[in-house]
């Protein structure tokens, strides 16, 4: 649960620098390196120095060969947790500069507490040029060029006879080609680097701010809430999830996996609501309190103040 309190009229500027989202390239170690990996292939990963737990973390990768498939081991210390893995089948483009880039979307398979660490296992594999490479490129680039000629076929006899059988058929089989010819090159060559990263500091930032520092007794206090959740802060056209598995680390010393209910990520999910507001008197007393208040509700919010209302500072808080 989050909490805010501040000064009446003391807000909106102290907090605006919760929003600011940080993106550079992690300090990374060597865990594995393939005894015939090429040195003059060195890879620079870029990603998030902090990782939202629903929305895509994008993460780059430039090289000197074009990388094919990468995976990404999920885990936290401890004696007792097992990595959680994701495979990716890269594209890689060669930039202006000659490098290669390729680029996947990162989803946390489970969420820490806030601003919790998580360590990132990233495996690349990639094939040497001089190993066959140029046979390699060839041999993809006349299947990639048949493919878009019976894609185009498909599309039109469907469009006229709608043979629905012979278009799978024919789009497994080149899905079986391309796997086909993804795996000509040989063993591919694997390097492994381990990142360290961290989920945000907050899942949920609060703003909120009154119509102006000073009120008399007898004024009407008018003020308002917002709540950001990680879409609003990176908006995204994808169907988001949360995670889920969290870290339970009740235990420090021997963190586990632990389900989220369905009911939970649903919560987390939903447009942030507010679990209380209330107004504290300068002598701690709860002189006011909204619950379960929808963010339209604290949009506008408002107190008349007594005509003996206590001199001092008055707070608003808000939790979620």
């Given at each position: ?21 940080p993106v550079s390239g992690l300090i990374y170690q060597e865990s594995y390196l393939d005894a015939n990996y090429d ?94 490479g140029r046979r390699y490129r060839q041999h993809r680039d006349k299947y990639d060029a048949n493919d878009r000629e ?171």
């Amino acid at each position: 649960m989050a909490e805010h309190d501040f000064p009446l009229g003391r807000v909106a500027l102290c907090l605006l620098s919760t929003l600011s989202l940080p993106v550079s390239g992690l300090i990374y170690q060597e865990s594995y390196l393939d005894a015939n990996y090429d040195p003059n292939n060195a890879v620079t990963i870029t990603i998030p120095r902090t990782l939202l737990p629903d929305v895509p973390n994008r993460l780059q990768l430039r090289s000197a060969h074009p990388l094919s498939t990468l995976r990404i081991d999920s885990y936290v210390y401890g004696p007792n947790f097992s990595p959680m893995n994701q495979s990716y089948r890269l594209t890689s483009k060669r930039s202006a500069d000659g490098l290669y880039t390729a680029e996947v979307d990162f989803h946390p398979p489970f969420v820490t507490e806030e601003g919790g660490a998580i360590n990132l296992n990233i495996t690349y594999e990639y094939c040497r040029q001089n190993e066959g490479g140029r046979r390699y490129r060839q041999h993809r680039d006349k299947y990639d060029a048949n493919d878009r000629e019976e894609e185009k076929e498909g599309i039109t006899r469907s469009a006229r006879d709608h043979p629905d059988d012979d278009h799978d058929s024919r789009a497994t089989e080149r899905k079986d080609r391309r796997r086909h010819h993804s795996s000509t090159c040989g063993e591919p060559k694997r390097k492994s680097q381990v990142i360290y990263a961290s989920f945000v500091w907050k899942f949920i930032v609060i703003l909120g701010e009154s119509d102006k520092p000073i009120y008399r007794p007898g004024e009407t206090i008018r003020f308002r809430f917002i709540a950001l959740n990680s879409r609003q802060l990176q908006p995204t056209t994808e169907k988001l999830r949360w995670p889920k598995f969290l870290v339970d680390r009740r235990d420090y010393m021997n963190p586990k996996l632990v389900e989220i209910s369905e009911e939970e990520r649903r919560r987390h999910e939903m447009p942030p609501e507010f679990d209380v507001i209330y107004i504290e008197d300068p002598s701690g007393n709860r002189v006011k309190e909204w619950k379960n208040v929808p963010q339209m509700t604290a949009f506008n919010l408002s107190f008349p103040l007594l005509p003996d209302a206590s001199e001092g500072v008055w707070r608003l808080v808000a939790n979620v």
